[in-house]
T-cell receptor
Framework: NAGVTQTPKFQVLKTGQSMTLQCAQDMNHNSMYWYRQDPGMGLRLIYYSASEGTTDKGEVPNGYNVSRLNKREFSLRLESAAPSQTSVYFCASSEQQGSGQPQHFGDGTRLSIL | DQQVKQNSPSLSVQEGRISILNCDYT??????FLWYKKYPAEGPTFLISISSIKDKNEDGRFTVFLNKSAKHLSLHIVPSQPGDSAVYFC???????????FGTGTRLKVLA
């Protein structure tokens, strides 16, 4: 019973490099999310996908792109990494968006940009 | 401007006593509130939620109280156990955008 799986768990990049964070859920959830967590800032929404085939910007989308590849998978891409993007990234999923539906989180990707 | 605030970054409680974690919000339109627990190197896990039409919800040792007039909610853990030591986040659901807005978290340490 994997839930939400994120890869990789750790990554170090140089400024200007690109990379894609992968996320997959096995709970048949419709909605998926990407958050970043920074010290003293809580969890901030980067992008979300209310259902397969749709994506929307969250609170801090600049510098990121997403792809909802299918119902299971939602990837986050950094096209040109910047030190300000050093953070812990969490993917989450829920049955539906809002309405008190709890989100299920992966264990995070710790990303450092040098 | 933070719409959901957890003003206490940390809290220490003796094992067996009550832990009370607080959360304040500014948007009276929020329709659900959720609490998550997070251990180091793991993702947050859902703990308990409450609808804005209720003032209390209980699940075992965990009870959430909502005071809409004060725009305040609290999570009570009774009795506290060392395994409860974690960071606790409150989150509010915005029915206009369907997004969740998270507080900054409170680190709870339960002392044996």
């Amino acid at each position: 019973n994997a839930g939400v799986t994120q890869t990789p768990k750790f990554q170090v990049l140089k400024t200007g490099q690109s990379m894609t964070l992968q996320c997959a859920q096995d709970m048949n959830h419709n909605s998926m999310y990407w958050y970043r967590q920074d010290p003293g800032m809580g969890l901030r929404l980067i992008y979300y996908s209310a259902s397969e085939g749709t994506t929307d910007k969250g609170e801090v989308p600049n510098g990121y792109n997403v792809s909802r590849l299918n119902k299971r998978e939602f990837s986050l891409r950094l096209e040109s990494a910047a030190p300000s993007q050093t953070s812990v990234y969490f993917c989450a999923s829920s049955e539906q968006q809002g309405s008190g539906q709890p989100q299920h989180f992966g264990d995070g990707t710790r990303l450092s940009i040098l | 401007d933070q719409q959901v605030k957890q003003n206490s970054p940390s809290l220490s409680v003796q094992e067996g006593r009550i832990s009370i974690l607080n959360c304040d919000y500014t948007n009276s339109m929020f329709d659900y509130f959720l609490w998550y627990k997070k251990y180091p190197a793991e993702g947050p896990t859902f703990l308990i939620s409450i609808s804005s039409i209720k003032d209390k919800n209980e699940d075992g040792r965990f009870t959430v109280f909502l005071n809409k007039s004060a725009k305040h909610l609290s999570l009570h853990i009774v009795p506290s156990q060392p395994g409860d030591s974690a960071v606790y986040f409150c989150a509010a659901s915005d029915p206009g955008t369907y997004k969740y807005i998270f507080g900054t978290g409170t680190r709870l340490k339960v002392l044996a």
